[in-house]
């Protein structure tokens, strides 16, 4: 199993809503990311996870939130997001110090 | 700090034509060296990388990159493109102790008939 899956492939929300953006890969990669990507831009990363601790915070606005709750499974809590957050929202998994392999992603738009 | 630089943000080129999409990167640290595909709608899939070695990388699809230290380039070159070669490509370098990648800002090839 070589993939990255992640949940949902497209979300509408509101302003007010919370929702989670899910991310899951069985290759026993220690090192989970996520990254954002606008239309016709590169991917920015926001956050990096290494043996489901938190070590790269990206200077990412609070009303994103994410979680690694166990070495296959990282989660992106949202909440309160404006209209400029919607992106593509795209995970990757990696051994450390090896190449990234990333999901197909979530599109979000933020109504 | 690194930074990389994709020369051209469009390229146009005919079905069975070559074509190298440029990137040059500057780092104050050792680096690895990556190319990445994305296609509408999708992630990120792996072309080719750079560690160490041989300074010409063969990857997938037909595609082969070539790290001129010197020059700090590693340019991607295909010698005859498909219609489905059509995609954003990306370079992008990871510090040797690094974890996380920094990408060019893309370059669009768009394959036609």
């Known amino acids: 199993d070589t993939e990255v899956t992640q949940t949902p492939k497209h979300l509408v929300m509101g302003m007010t809503n919370k929702k989670s953006l899910k991310c899951e890969q069985h290759?026993?990669?220690?090192?989970m990311y996520w990254y954002k990507q606008k239309a016709k831009k590169p991917p920015e990363l926001m956050f990096v996870?290494?043996?489901?601790?938190?070590?790269i915070n990206e200077s990412v606005p609070s009303r994103f939130s994410p979680e690694c709750p166990n070495s296959s499974l990282l989660n992106l809590h949202l909440h309160a997001l404006q209209p400029e957050d919607s992106a593509l929202y795209l995970c990757?998994?990696?051994?450390?110090?090896?190449?990234?392999?990333f999901g197909s992603g979530t599109q979000l738009s933020v109504l | 700090a690194q930074s990389v630089t994709q020369l051209d943000s469009q390229v146009p080129v005919f079905e069975e034509a070559p074509v190298e999409l440029r990137c040059n990167y500057s780092?104050?640290?050792?680096?690895?060296l990556f190319w990445y595909v994305q296609y509408p709608n999708q992630g990120l899939q792996l072309l080719l990388k750079?560690?160490?070695?041989?300074?010409l990388v063969k990857g997938i699809n037909g595609f082969e990159a070539e790290f001129n230290k010197s020059q700090t380039s590693f340019h991607l070159r295909k010698p005859s493109v498909h219609i489905s070669d059509t995609a954003e490509y990306f370079c992008?370098?990871?510090?040797?102790?690094?974890?996380?990648?920094?990408f060019g800002k893309g370059t669009s090839l768009l394959v036609t008939p």
């Open positions: 990757a998994s990696s051994s450390v110090g090896e190449k990234l392999f």
């Open positions: 290759m026993g990669h220690r090192a």
């Open positions: 996870y290494s043996y489901e601790k938190l070590s």
């Open positions: 780092s104050s640290v050792s680096v690895y």
């Open positions: 750079y560690l160490s070695g041989s300074t």
């Open positions: 992008a370098v990871r510090p040797f102790s690094g974890y996380a990648l920094n």
